[in-house]
């Protein structure tokens, strides 16, 4: 699920409970969702995020998964008429004649094999080094806040936070603390002894144990969680594999490479990639000029989408979560985030 949107749901499942001390629900919801956005651009979340996705692109399962799907990628002949365009185009750039006479250049007894061979392997050495890795990622995060594009991830956070395990898990950790006389006890001590009224409640909620620091914690902690690893990897393992995945994601690229408009973005991407400097920035442009293409995020959204909605797939996400929210350290990170102040 989102991350924001996990928040979202504690609020949500402390609004109708009754404490002695009044709590603005709604308030409280919106303002945890917002804290939540501003405290996921931090660099100590957004760097166990990238350390859940290295950990997970690196389990064997979904490297070997992605492999045979880039495979059957590779040998799907409606796709080969768009990839062959591609490939002789890029052949023929300007940019790319010039990098393979200065290939030559620095290796005069080399054939025409050889340099074939020393122009792939430097064009491999880009898309391998993690400068291009930091790079795409950039970019594809800009992709993905596209308006077309976010609406359709939004679709999966709000299935998560409908998911009946998940809600369970996290109103009987709430509740449970919320009903308790010893929370209205603290909220009134942090207003010095008096019951504060609902705002003032609400604001001393929010800056006690919401906290941006405490809330960065938890999302470095839950991210962290050896349980989370282990069921997105096996989520992503599966997807690559299913079938219906696969028929969607064969539908996009076919969308995709067989537009002209795509084909000639994707030829000036690999042409600046093999120009650019080997830094992260410099990296970027190019894959941003191909992703900002409108066809990208059209198609993007549309698989998204398709994925969201197929009955086949949905099982998929939905044993991932259940699987999180019966380990006992996902309940013993949450109640430390709401007990824990």
């Known amino acids: 699920m989102g991350a924001a949107g996990l928040v979202g749901l504690l609020a949500v499942a402390g609004v109708g409970c009754k404490t002695r001390v009044d709590i603005d629900g709604e308030r409280l919801k919106t303002e945890l969702e917002r804290r939540a956005d501003v405290v996921l651009q931090r660099p100590e979340v957004d760097k166990a995020f990238d350390g859940l996705a290295d950990a997970v692109t690196s389990e064997p399962a979904v490297t070997r998964n992605g492999e045979e799907l880039l495979g059957q990628l590779g040998s ?105 006389q010893a929370w209205s006890r603290r909220i009134i001590a942090l207003n010095g002894g008096k019951r504060p009224d609902r705002q003032l409640a609400t604001q001393l909620l929010l800056d006690k144990a919401f906290s941006d620091e405490r809330l960065a914690r938890f999302y470095v902690d839950v991210v962290s969680l050896p349980v989370i690893r282990k069921k997105t990897a096996d989520a992503c393992g599966r997807l690559l594999q299913a079938p219906a995945f696969q028929g969607h994601l064969k539908h996009t690229l076919r969308k995709l490479v067989g537009d002209a408009g795509f084909q000639q973005g994707a030829v000036a991407a ?48 939905n044993e991932a979560i259940a699987g999180i929210v019966a380990d006992p350290g996902f309940a013993a990170t949450l109640t430390k985030l709401i007990d824990g102040w």
């Open 270 to 317: 690999m042409a600046g990639l093999m120009d650019a400097p080997r830094d992260a920035e410099a990296l970027a442009t190019p894959i941003r000029a191909l992703l900002e293409r409108p066809i990208v995020g059209k198609q993007l959204a549309a698989l998204l989408k398709a994925v969201n909605k197929d009955p086949m797939l949905a099982p998929i996400g």
């Open 76 to 180: 799907d002949r409606a796709l080969q008429p768009g990839f062959q365009a591609i490939i002789q185009a890029v052949g023929e750039h300007p940019t790319v004649t010039k990098v393979m006479a200065r290939i030559a250049r620095d290796n005069p007894r080399a054939g025409p094999d050889k340099l074939s061979e020393l122009f792939e392997k430097r064009f491999s050495d880009v898309i391998d080094s993690p400068e291009f890795d930091q790079a795409f990622d950039k970019a594809f995060a800009a992709a993905l806040e596209r308006p077309d594009v976010n609406d359709a991830v939004q679709l999966y956070e709000r299935a998560a936070a409908s998911n009946p395990e998940l809600n369970r898990a996290i109103d009987d950790i709430v509740k449970a603390r919320m009903n308790d």
